[in-house]
């Protein structure tokens, strides 16, 4: 019998237990025609394994030692290109994609290394790329892209810390531009702000993506509205070989993961179809009504993206990114006065997002170009409300319910001629408004119904000079709407230039350079305000305007290690200020709110300026990471037109993320912001004693008073293990492990006595410091890879 039991137990062992040994597989292609490049090589660095692409420009990889690998793709005629930091498990292998760019005829009998930190002509500068492990792996960023993007250079955190606004060198929260797969996304938080775009929780899930890219300048002409930044989320495809999938649990939700061919005809070749979906639960809610917290968010996000290949030239991508959000409070069980604040202050909200898109990609049979063309949707359906009683919802002091639908085409053409790229292109969307305000303080009431179009046209060009030493770069584009009055096409008209030259033969030095205009419209918010008289009254407001200049040195010590400096000026003009605080809007959009619900004038200017100093380092020795400092001032004016230093204007900047891979798949890896001292606007005590619980700020000592600095630091470790079929990953970390305070501005509620009765007068006093919680928070979360 011990003899059975024995065997019965080794060969459950061998079944399920550690193997040794994992796959990878992808697919190598031209850049440029994205036709599949046979006889590739593809190997390991480091390693002795390697392998060819079939006629496909399909690889597979087998009988690889389970840890982390920089990966390296080369062609004879082409750069060679290598991947960083590629983690090799069990199960959950990313399949991977090379894109090699052909070298010039000068240099086509030879092997030449394209560089790691990617850039283009076009943005040569002010660029920063994070790739899936640096993600999945960030302290801190609970698989959180947007938290991860918060650690990029030159970017502010938010009041707190804990929201997702994307602050880039001194502007404001609502100038960046989002896409995901070139489909342009208004909305990537939960609980947005309307009229903005951050919020305390990113929703779009880590599984789907391949890299992100954060560009802060010099801006590609294809793209309208940034003010301050571009965020492209680039998506993976699905396995076209197998189905899979993963199970994520982190510190705030848990979410699940498929992926697979579909309409697989021959199983021994990958399909030409796959797919991805996702669905993620938030458990905050029951974790904070478990501890007796007063706030309830709750939250649900879906994903998914299909890809099929109609034939090598042509292929189609549908993709689809969704949310549903509530936010509500309960009374807690006993009396605490901060958690009694909380409840009555905070605004309810209910609100559904939605993004779909259809794209179609054709490449030109000649190898000399290619057509986008994709049409979407996006739907954002919000209900802001703040109540005299949070709990029971009575008594109305403000109501934002409204939605926001956006229709979209855009088209655009690439052509290669005679060593110029030239780039052409055109959107058109169908915006759609609705809105019911009711705002008890300032007497407004209104119903707002608006359609109208919105369009664009581009054109830019780009060539190289001396051996590829010069790169140029050139753009111009222009905006324009059917339902504003305060600019045309030729006022929005937007050029832009950008080259880099390289100092040094072997290009380790480089200049880089560029100078542009850029245009943003008004939001729907702005547009869609009515006065009692049911009169569009900003109707007349312009397009903000920001005009960059922009200028560094490039320094590459090694092929995986870079050392930058730039620095930067941002002329900002006919920038939306508010004519009930008199203050511009740059200083708003940060909290829980809706952005530009009132009247405003298109009078104002900004000037943001500073330095930036960057060392990055891609998977070298078992160690990478990215260290940044950050030197600028950011000031705005207002009805006065008196520039004034802004609540973002904390001068100093400094961020560090990294981590360090130690044997048996152990990792630990760190990341550490760093923020000067902000203005803030302090809270107008007798005007908020009387308008409680809506509470006012006091805008006329705006630049006066100033937070204590922001010091963050959280540490994490990751173990991997590997099984038949199956890859877990645990990971542990805390967040504030150093215990430093997270400086907020003084809170205050009514004055009650100690069984939470309201002492009459009515008195508002303190309930929190400025010091704010101080405690490091321990998480944890695992990964289930199948």
Same mark, same amino acid.
């Given at each position: 019998m011990?003899?059975?039991?024995?065997?019965?137990?080794?060969?459950?062992i061998?079944?399920?237990?550690?193997q040794?040994?994992?796959?990878?597989?992808?697919?190598?292609?031209?850049e440029k025609?994205?036709q599949?490049l046979?006889?590739?090589?593809?190997?390991?660095?480091?390693?002795?394994?390697g392998?060819?692409t079939?006629?496909?420009?399909?690889f597979?990889?087998?009988q690889?030692?389970?840890?982390?690998y920089?990966v390296?793709?080369?062609?004879?005629?082409?750069?060679?290109?290598?991947?960083?930091n590629?983690?090799?498990?069990?199960?959950?292998?990313?399949?991977?994609?090379?894109?090699?760019?052909?070298?010039?005829?000068?240099?086509?009998?030879?092997?030449?290394s394209?560089?790691?930190f990617?850039? $283009?002509?076009?943005?040569?500068? $002010?660029?920063?790329?994070?790739s899936?492990?640096?993600?999945?792996?960030?302290?801190?960023?609970?698989?959180?892209?947007?938290?991860?993007?918060q650690?990029m250079?030159?970017?502010?955190?938010?009041?707190?810390?804990?929201?997702?606004?994307?602050?880039?060198r001194?502007?404001?929260?609502?100038?960046?531009?989002y896409?995901?797969?070139?489909?342009?996304?208004?909305?990537?938080?939960?609980?947005?702000?309307?009229?903005?775009?951050?919020?305390?929780?990113?929703?779009?899930?880590?599984?789907?993506?391949?890299?992100?890219?954060?560009?802060?300048?010099?801006?590609g002409a294809e793209?309208?509205?940034?003010?301050?930044?571009v965020?492209s989320?680039?998506?993976?495809?699905?396995?076209?070989?197998?189905?899979?999938?993963n199970?994520?649990?982190?510190?705030?939700?848990?979410?699940?993961?498929?992926?697979?061919?579909?309409?697989?005809?021959?199983?021994?070749?990958?399909?030409?179809?796959?797919f991805?979906?996702s669905?993620?639960?938030?458990?905050?809610?029951?974790l904070?009504?478990l501890?007796?917290?007063?706030?309830?968010p709750?939250?649900?996000?879906?994903?998914?993206k299909?890809?099929?290949e109609?034939?090598?030239?042509?292929?189609?991508?549908?993709?689809?990114?969704?949310?549903?959000?509530?936010?509500?409070?309960?009374?807690?069980?006993?009396?605490?006065?901060?958690?009694q604040?909380?409840?009555?202050?905070?605004p309810i909200i209910?609100?559904?997002?939605?993004?779909?898109?259809?794209?179609?990609?054709?490449?030109f049979?000649?190898?000399?170009?290619?057509?986008?063309?994709?049409?979407?949707?996006?739907?954002l359906?919000?209900v802001?409300?703040?109540?005299?009683d949070?709990?029971?919802?009575?008594?109305?002091?403000?109501?934002?319910?409204?939605?926001?639908?956006?229709?979209?085409?855009?088209?655009?053409?690439?052509?290669?001629?005679?060593?110029?790229?030239?780039?052409?292109g055109?959107?058109?969307?169908? $915006?759609?408004?609705?809105?019911?305000?009711?705002?008890?303080?300032e007497?407004i009431?209104?119903?707002?119904?608006?359609?109208?179009?919105k369009?664009?046209?581009?054109?830019?060009a780009?060539?190289n000079?001396?051996?590829?030493?010069l790169?140029?770069s050139?753009?111009?584009?222009?905006?324009?709407?059917?339902?504003?009055?305060?600019?045309?096409?030729?006022d929005?008209?937007?050029?832009?230039? $950008?080259?880099?030259?390289s100092?040094?033969?072997?290009?380790?030095?480089?200049?880089?350079?560029?100078?542009g205009?850029?245009?943003?419209?008004?939001?729907?918010?702005?547009?869609?305000f009515?006065?009692?008289?049911?009169v569009?009254v900003?109707k007349?407001?312009?397009?903000?305007k920001?005009?960059?200049?922009?200028?560094?040195l490039?320094?590459n010590?090694?092929?995986?290690?870079?050392?930058?400096?730039?620095?930067?000026?941002?002329?900002?003009?006919?920038?939306?200020v508010?004519?009930?605080?008199g203050?511009?809007?740059?200083n708003?959009?940060?909290?829980?709110?809706?952005?530009?619900?009132?009247?405003?004038?298109?009078?104002?200017?900004?000037?943001?300026?500073?330095?930036?100093?960057?060392?990055?380092?891609?998977?070298?020795?078992?160690?990478y990471?990215?260290?940044a400092y950050?030197?600028?001032?950011?000031?705005?004016?207002?009805?006065d037109?008196?520039?004034?230093p802004?609540?973002?204007?904390?001068?100093?900047?400094?961020?560090?993320?990294?981590?360090?891979k130690?044997?048996?798949?152990?990792?630990?890896?760190?990341r550490?912001?760093?923020?000067?001292?902000?203005?803030?606007?302090?809270?107008?005590?007798?005007?908020?004693?009387?308008?409680y619980?809506?509470?006012?700020?006091?805008y006329?000592?705006?630049?006066?008073f100033?937070?204590?600095?922001?010091?963050?630091?959280?540490?994490?470790?990751?173990?991997?293990?590997?099984?038949?079929?199956?890859?877990f990953n645990l990971?542990?970390e805390?967040?504030?492990?150093?215990?430093?305070?997270?400086?907020?501005?003084?809170?205050?509620?009514?004055?009650?006595?100690?069984?939470g009765t309201?002492?009459?007068?009515?008195?508002?006093?303190?309930v929190?410091?400025?010091e704010?919680?101080?405690?490091?928070?321990?998480?944890?979360?695992f990964?289930?890879?199948?």
């Amino acid at each position: 019998m011990r003899k059975v039991l024995t065997l019965i137990v080794f060969i459950c062992i061998k079944a399920v237990c550690a193997q040794n040994l994992g796959t990878l597989n992808g697919r190598i292609v031209d850049e440029k025609t994205q036709q599949p490049l046979q006889g590739a090589t593809i190997i390991l660095e480091g390693t002795n394994i390697g392998t060819i692409t079939d006629s496909n420009g399909y690889f597979i990889l087998n009988q690889i030692p389970f840890k982390s690998y920089n990966v390296e793709a080369s062609f004879l005629g082409y750069q060679t290109t290598k991947q960083f930091n590629v983690i090799v498990k069990s199960a959950g292998n990313i399949p991977l994609i090379f894109e090699l760019n052909e070298l010039s005829e000068d240099l086509e009998e030879v092997i030449v290394s394209s560089n790691p930190f990617k850039t $283009s002509s076009e943005t040569p500068l $002010s660029t920063q790329t994070f790739s899936v492990v640096e993600i999945e792996t960030y302290p801190g960023g609970n698989n959180d892209i947007t938290k991860v993007v918060q650690s990029m250079p030159g970017i502010s955190p938010s009041i707190g810390g804990f929201r997702n606004d994307i602050i880039i060198r001194g502007g404001a929260p609502n100038e960046t531009v989002y896409y995901l797969d070139g489909i342009e996304i208004p909305n990537i938080n939960h609980f947005s702000t309307q009229g903005s775009a951050g919020g305390p929780v990113g929703m779009i899930n880590v599984s789907f993506i391949r890299e992100v890219t954060l560009t802060s300048s010099a801006f590609g002409a294809e793209f309208d509205n940034p003010l301050s930044g571009v965020l492209s989320f680039q998506q993976r495809e699905g396995d076209p070989n197998r189905f899979g999938g993963n199970f994520r649990l982190g510190a705030s939700e848990a979410g699940l993961t498929l992926e697979g061919p579909l309409f697989r005809k021959n199983k021994t070749e990958p399909s030409k179809t796959t797919f991805l979906f996702s669905a993620r639960r938030s458990y905050l809610q029951f974790l904070f009504e478990l501890i007796g917290l007063p706030i309830r968010p709750d939250y649900w996000d879906y994903q998914w993206k299909v890809k099929h290949e109609l034939d090598r030239y042509n292929n189609l991508t549908f993709i689809g990114l969704g949310s549903i959000d509530n936010f509500s409070v309960k009374q807690p069980d006993q009396f605490d006065a901060e958690q009694q604040a909380t409840l009555e202050q905070v605004p309810i909200i209910e609100q559904r997002t939605t993004t779909v898109g259809l794209s179609w990609k054709k490449n030109f049979k000649n190898g000399n170009g290619f057509t986008s063309t994709s049409l979407s949707s996006n739907r954002l359906g919000n209900v802001f409300s703040r109540y005299l009683d949070n709990v029971n919802k009575t008594g109305i002091i403000f109501q934002n319910d409204s939605y926001e639908w956006e229709t979209k085409l855009r088209f655009s053409i690439t052509q290669f001629v005679n060593d110029w790229k030239w780039s052409a292109g055109f959107n058109v969307q169908n $915006s759609s408004y609705k809105n019911g305000t009711s705002f008890l303080r300032e007497n407004i009431f209104y119903e707002t119904d608006l359609n109208f179009f919105k369009y664009g046209l581009f054109l830019k060009a780009g060539n190289n000079f001396f051996n590829q030493r010069l790169n140029i770069s050139l753009g111009i584009r222009t905006d324009a709407d059917t339902f504003s009055t305060g600019s045309n096409l030729i006022d929005n008209f937007s050029p832009r230039l $950008s080259f880099s030259y390289s100092l040094s033969q072997d290009q380790k030095w480089k200049f880089n350079a560029s100078i542009g205009r850029y245009f943003k419209i008004p939001t729907y918010t702005m547009l869609g305000f009515q006065n009692n008289s049911s009169v569009f009254v900003n109707k007349s407001a312009q397009y903000t305007k920001s005009e960059h200049y922009v200028a560094g040195l490039e320094y590459n010590l090694t092929s995986v290690s870079r050392l930058t400096v730039e620095g930067f000026l941002k002329n900002y003009s006919q920038f939306p200020v508010s004519l009930i605080d008199g203050v511009s809007l740059a200083n708003k959009g940060g909290g829980f709110e809706v952005l530009g619900n009132e009247a405003i004038l298109s009078l104002g200017e900004g000037k943001t300026s500073g330095l930036e100093f960057l060392f990055q380092q891609k998977l070298a020795k078992n160690f990478y990471g990215i260290l940044a400092y950050t030197y600028f001032s950011s000031e705005f004016s207002g009805l006065d037109g008196i520039l004034r230093p802004s609540v973002w204007d904390s001068r100093h900047l400094i961020s560090f993320s990294g981590g360090y891979k130690l044997r048996k798949n152990w990792e630990i890896s760190a990341r550490w912001r760093y923020a000067g001292k902000n203005p803030y606007v302090p809270v107008d005590i007798n005007a908020s004693t009387i308008s409680y619980p809506e509470i006012i700020l006091d805008y006329d000592t705006l630049g006066e008073f100033r937070l204590d600095a922001f010091n963050l630091a959280d540490i994490r470790i990751d173990k991997k293990w590997n099984f038949k079929n199956l890859s877990f990953n645990l990971y542990f970390e805390v967040q504030n492990f150093l215990a430093q305070p997270n400086p907020t501005p003084t809170e205050y509620g009514l004055n009650r006595n100690l069984d939470g009765t309201v002492i009459i007068p009515k008195n508002l006093v303190p309930v929190s410091n400025q010091e704010g919680n101080s405690s490091p928070l321990p998480t944890f979360g695992f990964v289930l890879f199948f």
